[in-house]
């Protein structure tokens, strides 16, 4: 590495990747990109793996591989365990790497707002392994309801918490797993009398989004057979049972099947950095993307929180990312050279969010489009830019054979496990510990 | 079901599918599938998915989707506890369900000759997760070997034990995977120097195949740096430690990644089914892979025991499997009309493996074929045999691209898990246990 400057960039989802993609361009610069996992994860899509739509590997890509001509970047498969801010040096699992700047990508996971016992009754969406035990779940409640019929009614019954994009589409996804794509797979049970429950505190469903799509979305929904409940604020949530406050009053809900899509949290020990964070541990940067002690760390996208020039926090969204990702990685190469660099502006080019099969609701750059018109502006943005090239063409065929089967292709169950294969099962799952 | 007679086959493997696609055609049959898993696996490219060239999704398909168009099927996802065969009823996990005719057809799962110590240390390869659990295993130990390069040479060691064609295809495979395929993608080690062992028992490799094919395979795979060591028994496995007896005496080798390919055993409690076994569990069957006392069950592929009139076993294959599910139909059906039944002959159409990239050894119809031609064979071959139209595309398109680029396009390690996260994956993993 001799006298190059040294970038260090910690996580590789959309705003570590453009960082990165930018800086390697640069051959005075070496950077060395540290991930917990070895894939790119396209989390936009998440939810139609949780929905046996897609398979891990059409919305993964490893790391390296979109790397590996990049010759001045050095991949890392590491977890970050602190950062030594005065001498420059961020801390791994079992080593130290020191930088000349440093910009923190690694993401959000989900958050309760502190209620963490929830955790344990509900399931998130946030990585792979996440939407796999979703799926799992949601097969294996049909096949129990096939094998006893008399307990469809309570087995199929799966309510979402959080209205906002994740919560739709997971809501749309599984009306549609459930009214067309598995129907005729049964014989016993009719999946279409699936109970379906999206639980949302606010007045709207997509709360960010205009007001006309989102009562279109709730519209949709409901003709798919999805309940809606609106102005439903969660009071506490037990081992089966939701306890929410509606303008009726006080009701529980039980159900077998309690997805969590209300919340994040930034991902890993920032609170332990010495930086400022927010209630969900997010941490608080200047107009910068930085902070006004340590100019040379940088943070973006879901770790982050970022407050444009009227204080409204930026949101959650790859484009936010993507967007502070090139900008860190210019500021970095002007501070190189000495130049002055100007706070980050977001342009916000829309926001869109599928409801099922030839429906969703997009507005881009200020249009609004909804139904199969929505829909096909949603496919060609996601395969727009889904990064590899055979991911691509890959999605596409899955997608174009769903469509025309009414088929899931990727509606597979892993097998059930032994008492010695559950033992030694948590091992090797765990990529971090090497078998010593 | 009415007066209809009902036939109930345990397993969709090769066998089972096939048999069942053949009695469904007869509508006076009630047929009813049952299998552990909700997908048919194709075992022969299982190597793949544990080397990350192909995705779980590539080679397993929904038995449902399979199914849902014939009506005189029903598959339940259910596992069978016992046979009643006084009262010709099957005991699952929770109900009985009687049965006209009985074809058992669960397969087979990795084996140790009773030595079950050795699971704890080593790694079989019968179904995705275990292939699953290689590939993190395989892939790790490159991620681990970047980040402390002083170990790579320990880190780097794969150990093969089995000679056949699954520990053929396997080392071959690994061998690709470090020898070209991530080799640009690391930047502190040099994935070529990997030491990939393949130890065998007997004097060659493929000992089913023609000798002139197992010669080309050693050569071949020693070409692409496998240490092959023939005539080399195993006598103990402890953590990380294989002693074996070598024509040169008793040798100890060590090494962090071991595989199991060297026996498999009838899956399921066969020997509690009070019929005959062998020391593999597998049950012994007539000629009419069915058995005197009980000629409404027959037994098929690798969970039975077929000697032909020259008292030789027929070899664990899917050839095997698929032309006995074909005949316990017929018999079946011919059974029911009273018509006499004649025994089992198989056909034998040959054998193959790949030992890498455009290399492969076949035996087709008594043509031997090696090198490109063979690996072609080979491909032709595989792709023929795929069940879903969608999965050939698939598998076609992910060969074609690995191909081209020398990229293993499925090279995802799971996400590495929190303590928490641990805890619940247990009970969502084990899909026979649903959410209560």
Redesign the interface.
């Given at each position: 590495m001799e006298n190059k400057k040294h970038i260090v960039v910690v996580g590789a989802g959309f705003g570590g990747l453009q960082a990165v993609k930018k800086l390697a361009k640069d051959k005075s610069l070496h950077i060395t990109l540290i991930d917990?996992?070895?894939?790119h994860l396209f989390q936009p899509l998440l939810y139609q793996v949780a929905t046996a739509v897609l398979?891990?590997?059409?919305i993964?890509?490893?790391i390296?591989?979109l790397?590996?001509?990049k010759?001045n970047v050095?991949?890392?498969?590491?977890?970050v365990t602190g950062i030594d801010k005065e001498n420059k040096t961020i801390l791994l699992d079992?080593?130290k790497i020191s930088y000349d700047f440093l910009i923190l990508a690694a993401g959000a996971k989900t958050g309760y707002f502190g209620k963490n016992d929830w955790?344990?009754y509900t399931l998130g969406l946030k990585?792979?392994?996440n939407a796999l035990?979703i799926r799992?779940?949601i097969?294996?409640?049909f096949?129990?309801a096939?094998?006893h019929p008399d307990r469809s009614g309570e087995?199929l019954k799966y309510v979402i918490i959080g209205g906002g994009p994740t919560g739709v589409e997971l809501a749309g996804s599984i009306a549609e797993l459930a009214n067309s794509i598995?129907n005729?797979?049964?014989?016993?049970i009719d999946t279409r009398k699936a109970h379906i429950v999206l639980i949302e505190a606010g007045s709207d469903l997509l709360p960010t989004f205009d007001r006309k799509l989102s009562v279109y979305a709730k519209k949709r929904l409901e003709k798919r057979n999805v309940n809606v409940k609106l102005n439903s604020r969660v009071l506490n949530i037990e081992d089966?049972k939701i306890y929410i406050k509606t303008p009726e009053g006080e009701k529980i809900i039980t159900a077998?099947?309690i997805i969590w899509a209300a919340g994040v949290e930034a991902v890993g020990l920032t609170n332990t950095f010495g930086l400022p964070t927010d209630r969900q541990k997010r941490l608080i940067v200047n107009r910068y993307c930085s902070f006004d002690e340590y100019p040379e760390i940088f943070a973006i996208g879901d770790i982050s929180d970022f407050k444009d020039e009227n204080g409204k926090a930026l949101p959650g969204v790859s484009a936010v990312a993507m967007q502070e990702g090139r900008y860190a990685a210019s500021a970095i190469i002007d501070k190189l050279k000495d130049k002055k660099i100007k706070p980050f502006k977001y342009l916000d080019k829309g926001s869109m969010a599928t409801i099922g099969r030839k429906d969703a609701v997009a507005e881009v750059l200020g249009i609004k489009f909804t139904g199969f018109l929505g829909w096909i502006m949603w496919l060609l943005l996601h395969l727009f830019y889904q990064v590899?090239f055979?991911?691509k063409?890959?999605i596409l065929?899955?997608w174009i054979?769903s469509y025309l089967t009414f088929?899931?292709?990727?509606?597979?169950?892993?097998?059930?496990?032994s008492e010695?294969?559950?033992q030694?099962?948590?091992y090797?799952?765990?990529?971090?510990k090497?078998?010593?």
């Open positions: 917990r996992s070895n894939h398979s891990p590997a059409d993964a890509i490893p390296r591989s790397m590996h001509r010759k050095t991949v890392l498969m590491d977890e079992d080593k955790m344990k990585n792979l392994l035990r799992n779940k097969l294996m409640s096949e129990e096939e094998n087995l598995i005729d797979d049964f014989r016993n089966h077998d099947i590899g055979k991911n063409v890959s065929i899955t054979w088929g899931a292709s990727a509606r597979l169950i892993q097998e059930s496990l010695e294969e559950k030694s099962l948590l090797s799952l765990d990529p971090q090497p078998v010593k």
